[in-house]
């Protein structure tokens, strides 16, 4: 696990607590937005675009990050 771990980080030339920081962030962010789905469907008012918002967010961020 720790090969495999070591060949990743290498792979996305990031530190171990620079690909935390943005495993974590992009997690919150894909959270955040299914939340905001799930609320969308319940209540269609709401969030109208912010859930496909936060997703072409996050293909711009990882896009531009890889």
């Known amino acids: ?16 607590f620079e690909h935390m920081n943005i495993a974590t962030n992009v997690g919150l962010k894909m959270l955040s937005g299914g939340l905001m789905a799930l609320i969308h469907g319940i209540v269609p008012g709401i969030f109208q675009t912010d859930a496909s918002n936060k997703i072409k967010e996050l293909y711009e961020f990882i896009n531009k990050n890889r």
């Open 1 to 16: 696990m720790i090969k495999k771990s070591k060949e990743h980080l290498n792979s996305v030339n990031e530190s171990y």
